[in-house]
C-alpha cells in the first residue's frame, strides 16, 4: 500500500512568518499534486509537479518535487492570513486513475 | 468550461428518503470520481468511472447507487442513509495523466 505522509497535520503561525510544509513517501509518483481547501469548498488545485527535482512558483508560494520523485514541500514565504486553510498533496503512483493523499495540514496565519 | 459543477450544495435528508447528488463536467475528461470527505480530513475515494463504465468500487455500502448516464455527467443515488454518513460529498474528473479538478462538493447532513 502505498503511503504519504505529510506533515506538519497543524500550524498556527504570525502573519509575515515563513511556513514549510512536507510531503515524504517511500514511493515513486508519475506527478504531485498540491491542493487549498476552505471549509464546505471543494480542493483547489494549486500546482502539479511531474520532473524531479521541479520547481514551481505560485507568488509566495513555491513547490518541490525531489529529485527521486517520492517527496515535494510547499514553502510559503511572508505568510499573510489569506493563507488560511487546510493544504492537501496527493500523488499519482502511475499514468492510472486514483490519488494517494497526504493526511492534510490545517494552517492558520494570525494577523 | 473548465469547471466541475455539483448540485446541490447542501443536503439535509432523513434516513428513509432517496435522494441524488448530481456532477457535470464539459472538459471532455474521460474519468469521473465520487469521494467522501468528513471535516478536516482527506478525500476518501468511493468509485470511479473510466469511458462511462465503472471501474473502481471502494467497497461502498450499496446504500450509495452510482450512474453515468453519459461522459458528462455523474449522479450519486442515495437510500436508507446512516447519520455517520454525513459529509462532503465532491466529485472529480480527469482527462487521465494525474490531472484532476474537483467540483465544490456537495454538504449532506442525514438525520
Known amino acids: 500500500t502505498q503511503l504519504l505522509e505529510q506533515s506538519p497535520q497543524f500550524l498556527s503561525i504570525q502573519e509575515g512568518e515563513n511556513l514549510t510544509v512536507y510531503c515524504n513517501s517511500s514511493?515513486?509518483?508519475?506527478?504531485l499534486q498540491w491542493y487549498r481547501q476552505e471549509p464546505g469548498e471543494g480542493p483547489v488545485l494549486l500546482v502539479t509537479?511531474?520532473?524531479g527535482g521541479e520547481v514551481k512558483k505560485l507568488k509566495r508560494l513555491t513547490f518541490q518535487f525531489g529529485d527521486a520523485r517520492k517527496d515535494s514541500s510547499l514553502h510559503i514565504t511572508a505568510a499573510q492570513t489569506g493563507d488560511t486553510g487546510l493544504y492537501l498533496c496527493?500523488?499519482?503512483?502511475?499514468?492510472?486513475?486514483?490519488?494517494?493523499w497526504g493526511a492534510g495540514t490545517k494552517l492558520i496565519i494570525k494577523p | 468550461d473548465t469547471e466541475v459543477t455539483q448540485t446541490p450544495k447542501h443536503l439535509v435528508m432523513g434516513m428513509t428518503n432517496k435522494k441524488s447528488l448530481k456532477c457535470e463536467q464539459h472538459?471532455?475528461?474521460?474519468?469521473m470520481y465520487w469521494y467522501k470527505q468528513k471535516a478536516k480530513k482527506p478525500p476518501e475515494l468511493m468509485f470511479v468511472?473510466?469511458?462511462?463504465?465503472?471501474?473502481i468500487n471502494e467497497s461502498v455500502p450499496s446504500r450509495f447507487s452510482p450512474e453515468c448516464p453519459n461522459s458528462s455527467l455523474l449522479n450519486l443515488h442515495l437510500h436508507a442513509l446512516q447519520p455517520e454518513d454525513s459529509a462532503l460529498y465532491l466529485c472529480?474528473?480527469?482527462?487521465?495523466?494525474?490531472?484532476?479538478?474537483f467540483g465544490s462538493g456537495t454538504r449532506l447532513t442525514v438525520v
Open positions: 514511493s515513486v509518483f508519475s506527478s
Open positions: 509537479v511531474v520532473t
Open positions: 472529480a474528473s480527469s482527462p487521465g495523466g494525474g490531472t484532476y479538478t
Open positions: 472538459m471532455g475528461h474521460r474519468a
Open positions: 496527493a500523488g499519482a503512483p502511475s499514468s492510472n486513475y486514483q490519488l494517494i
Open positions: 468511472y473510466s469511458y462511462e463504465k465503472l471501474s
